[in-house]
C-alpha cells in the first residue's frame, strides 16, 4: 500500500473509488440481464453467459484483491462521520461474503445459471421439469457449494449465509415464528373470505380482448401518476416480470394477456413501486457507494407491495383509475364501475400461480417455498423430488394440487437463475409494507385523498423521507422502527386483511 493511502482517510478515499468501480460493473450486468430477458436472441445465450461470468469474474477479483484487504484494515471508522463510517462497515460487509467464495466458484455458478435459465424458459414454456433438471442440479450443486463456504467464513449457517446476501441481518430464526403465525392464521381467514365472497354472489368481469397497445398505453399513464419518470426508466415485455436495469435507467417488465388487463397492470403498479424506491435512494456522493444502495431485499419489496396491494388496490385508488380504464379500452358497463373493480381486484381463490395470487393466499405460495430452498440448502430434498414435494406443500397449504410442473415447480424463475435464500423477503415485505401504510396515512392526513385523485405526492414524499433516503444506512428493522414507532410484526398486516376482505 502506497503512503498516500496508508492513513485511514486517504484509505477510505481508495475505498470509495473501488466500490464506485464495483457498482458501475454491476449495473452493467444489470443491463445484460435485462438484454437477455427482453430482447436478446436465443443464439446469443452461450456468448452472454460468458460476458455475464466474466463482468462476475473481475467484479469478483476487484473485490477480494490483497489490497482490498488492506485497505480495509487501514480505514478507521472513528476517523469517518456518520455516514463514512456507515459506509465502510458495509464496505467491510460486503467484502466478507464476496472473499468468503473463491473465484473459480464464482465463475462456474455463474454459468451455471445463466445455462438453468435458458433451459427454464424452455423447460417452463413446455411444463417439462425432465428438461432443466440436470441444469438446476448443477445450480443447486454449486450454490450449496457456496452456501458452505459463506458459512464457515461468516459464522452462520448456510441458508442463513444466502439469506444474508438477500437481506442483511435477517436470519431463519426470526423468520419461522413469523411464518408460523402466518401459516396458522391466514387458512382459517382464507375459508371465512371464501364464504363471504361466494354469499355475494358472482363477479360481473371485463370481457376482451384488451388490446396489448391499450394495456401498455394505460400501464404507462398509471405509472407516470404514481411518479415513474420515463427520462430515467423504461417499460418493456419479459416471461417473468421484473425491475432491472442500472442507476438512472430504471428497466421494468410485464407481460400482457389480451383476454385479462387486470393482472398485468397490477403488475405494472407493483414494479413501479421497485422503481421508485431504486429512483429516490440517496444522490451523490452516495448512489454508487454501499450506503447508497437498497437495504435488503425485504425492504424493497415492502416499496413494491404497499405501492401495489396498500395503495392501488383500494377503493380510493380505483375512483381514480375506473374512467382511465374505461377510456383506455373504448368500453362501458358495470364491469368497468367501482365497485366491481374493486371486488375484481380483491377476488381471492386458491391457485397455483404465485405472480398472479391475491394477499390472503399469496404468504401460503411464500412459505412452502420457503420450507422447500431451506429443505434443498440442507440437503433434505433431492432436486428431482422437487416436483412431487411441491405438489403435496400445495395442497397442504392451499389445498390444490397443480395439475402439471409449468402451473408448479417451474413456475418462478428463481432457482433456475440461482437465487436461492430469496423466497421469505417477499412476505416480509408484505408485513412492511402494510405496516409503513398504516403509519404513513395516520401520520399524513393527505395520501388517502391523493391516492383517490392521481396525487401520490404526498404518499411518495413520505416515501423518500423515511425509507428511499436512507439508502442503506439503517438495518431494516431499525428503518421500520423509525419510521413507525415498532419493529417488524403480523399486525398491521392481519388488520388490514381482516379490514379489507371481512370489514371488520
Request: aromatic share 8%; glycine share 8%.
Amino acid at each position: 500500500m502506497s503512503a498516500e493511502t496508508s492513513n485511514s482517510g486517504g484509505a477510505y478515499k481508495v475505498l470509495e473509488q473501488r466500490f464506485h468501480r464495483l457498482s458501475v460493473l454491476d449495473q452493467v450486468g444489470g443491463i445484460l440481464h435485462w438484454d437477455q430477458a427482453v430482447i436478446m436472441p436465443d443464439g446469443a445465450a452461450a456468448a452472454r453467459a460468458e460476458q455475464v461470468s466474466t463482468l462476475s469474474v473481475l467484479s469478483h477479483e476487484l473485490m477480494t484483491g490483497p489490497e482490498m484487504a488492506d485497505l480495509l484494515a487501514a480505514a478507521d471508522e472513528a476517523a469517518l462521520e456518520d455516514w463514512p463510517a456507515a459506509n465502510l462497515a458495509l464496505m467491510r460487509r460486503q467484502h466478507a461474503h464476496q472473499t468468503a467464495v473463491p473465484a473459480d466458484l464464482v465463475a462456474a455458478r455463474s454459468k451455471a445459471c445463466s445455462a438453468c435459465e435458458m433451459a427454464w424458459r424452455a423447460a417452463r414454456k413446455d411444463g417439462d421439469f425432465a428438461a432443466v433438471l440436470p441444469y438446476l442440479r448443477e445450480v443447486v450443486r454449486l450454490t450449496r457449494e457456496m452456501a458452505q463456504v459463506k458459512a464457515a467464513a461468516l459464522g452462520l449457517s448456510p441458508y442463513d449465509a444466502l439469506l444474508d446476501g438477500y437481506d442483511p441481518g435477517n436470519r431463519a430464526e426470526l423468520i419461522d415464528p413469523v411464518f408460523a403465525d402466518l401459516a396458522g392464521f391466514l387458512p382459517g381467514l382464507l375459508d371465512d373470505v371464501l364464504a363471504r365472497q361466494s354469499a355475494a354472489g358472482p363477479l360481473t368481469v371485463p370481457q376482451g380482448p384488451f388490446p396489448i397497445d391499450s394495456q401498455a398505453a394505460l400501464g404507462r399513464r398509471l405509472m407516470q401518476a404514481v411518479g415513474f419518470d420515463f427520462n430515467r426508466g423504461r417499460l418493456d415485455v419479459s416471461i417473468h416480470p421484473f425491475c432491472g436495469g442500472a442507476t438512472d435507467d430504471v428497466r421494468i417488465t410485464t407481460r400482457y394477456d389480451e383476454a385479462d388487463f387486470t393482472q398485468s397492470l397490477m403488475g405494472v403498479l407493483h414494479e413501479t413501486g421497485h422503481a421508485l424506491y431504486e429512483l429516490g435512494r440517496p444522490g451523490d456522493p452516495w448512489r454508487n457507494q454501499p450506503i447508497g444502495e437498497a437495504r435488503g431485499m425485504t425492504v424493497h419489496e415492502s416499496q413494491s407491495l404497499l405501492m401495489e396491494m396498500q395503495a392501488c388496490r383500494s377503493r380510493d385508488f380505483l375512483h381514480y383509475a375506473a374512467p382511465l380504464i374505461r377510456e383506455a379500452f373504448g368500453v362501458e358497463g358495470p364491469a368497468y364501475e367501482v365497485d366491481a373493480l374493486q371486488r375484481l381486484y380483491t377476488r381471492v381463490s386458491r391457485g397455483f400461480i404465485r405472480v398472479d395470487a391475491d394477499e390472503v393466499t399469496y404468504p401460503l405460495h411464500v412459505i412452502l417455498r420457503y420450507r422447500l430452498e431451506r429443505a434443498i440448502i440442507a440437503g433434505d430434498l433431492e432436486v428431482a423430488d422437487l416436483p412431487g414435494v411441491w405438489n403435496e406443500g400445495m395442497r397442504e397449504l392451499l389445498g390444490v394440487v397443480p395439475p402439471n410442473d409449468r402451473l408448479g415447480c417451474l413456475q418462478d424463475i428463481h432457482w433456475y437463475d440461482g437465487a436461492i435464500g430469496y423466497f421469505p423477503t417477499y412476505t416480509l415485505g408484505a408485513l412492511m409494507a402494510a405496516q409503513l401504510f398504516a403509519a404513513a396515512t395516520e401520520q399524513d392526513s393527505d395520501i388517502l385523498p391523493g391516492i383517490a385523485r392521481g396525487d401520490f405526492v404526498p404518499l411518495v414524499a413520505w416515501l423518500r423521507v423515511n425509507i428511499h433516503a436512507h439508502g442503506s444506512r439503517y438495518s431494516a428493522d431499525e428503518l421500520l422502527t423509525r419510521a413507525t414507532g415498532a419493529p417488524l410484526g403480523t399486525a398491521a398486516f392481519k388488520a388490514h386483511l381482516q379490514r379489507r376482505y371481512l370489514g371488520s
